[in-house]
Antibody, heavy 121, light 108 residues
Framework: EEQLVESGGGLVQPGRSLRLSCAAS????????MHWVRQAPGKGLDWVSS????????AYADSVKGRFTISRDNAKNSLYLQMNSLRAEDTAFYYC??????????????WGHGTLVTVSS | SYVLTQPPSVSLAPGQTASITCGGK??????VHWYQQKPGQAPVLVIH???DRPSGIPERFSGSNSGDTATLTISRVEAGDEADYYC???????????FGPGTKVTVL
């Protein structure tokens, strides 16, 4: 069974940094592109960032470009999101999601349960 | 950037058919994907590439896509179908994934 488990969320002050991790199991991690999608409480889904299977290509939402960095370690079956210069509007549940394919541009066919990031002083 | 529109809500009785639309400029030429999110749960892919059902998704879920509108259809709606439904495309002009604002389906 495919499983994605996010960790690293919590309460952080504005302007500080946080690193999210996603541990993958139940599938061949290096075969698939991976994503981060967030959802503010009571709001809709908001795509954050994506990375293809071998890290050659990454993509970022305009709202996080230059502040967030996505990365992966295929040897450790893990996905990461380094979040710097955090703002109150970054407060959300952050979901790790697996792509249907190895390159960017398709569907997200497996999701973790999310980790909550709260940015507040 | 590419913008998707969805009706905020759809309400219907059990056994009826729900049609949830997703509007976008020439969306008929795009690969559209649909996700179901029940309260307190992670999203689940229910339709990909506009018309295909992933394994495990009931046949009651179907999709179509033409012109400026993609549609997710849920036949014989059940109480368990109550959820938020989101459409999604890949905007190749900006290399961005785009989600629609979501439609809340309520089964009366």
């Amino acid at each position: 069974e495919e499983q994605l488990v996010e960790s690293g969320g919590g309460l952080v002050q504005p302007g500080r940094s946080l690193r999210l991790s996603c541990a993958a199991s139940g599938f061949t991690f290096y075969d698939y592109a991976m994503h981060w999608v967030r959802q503010a409480p009571g709001k809709g889904l908001d795509w954050v960032s994506s990375i293809d299977w071998n890290s050659d290509n990454t993509a970022y939402a305009d709202s996080v470009k230059g502040r967030f960095t996505i990365s992966r370690d295929n040897a450790k079956n893990s996905l990461y999101l380094q979040m710097n210069s955090l703002r109150a509007e970054d407060t959300a549940f952050y979901y790790c999601a697996k792509d249907s394919g190895s390159l960017l541009g398709t569907s997200l066919n497996s999701w973790g349960h999310g980790t909550l990031v709260t940015v507040s002083s | 950037s590419y913008v998707l529109t969805q009706p905020p809500s759809v309400s219907l009785a059990p056994g009826q058919t729900a049609s949830i639309t997703c509007g976008g400029k020439n969306i008929g030429s795009e690969s559209v994907h649909w996700y179901q999110q029940k309260p307190g749960q992670a999203p689940v892919l229910v339709i990909h590439y506009a018309t295909d059902r992933p394994s495990g998704i009931p046949e009651r879920f179907s999709g179509s896509n033409s012109g400026d509108t993609a549609t997710l259809t849920i036949s014989r709606v059940e109480a368990g179908d109550e959820a938020d439904y989101y459409c999604q495309v890949w905007d190749s002009s900006s290399d961005h994934y785009v989600f629609g604002p979501g439609t809340k389906v309520t089964v009366l």
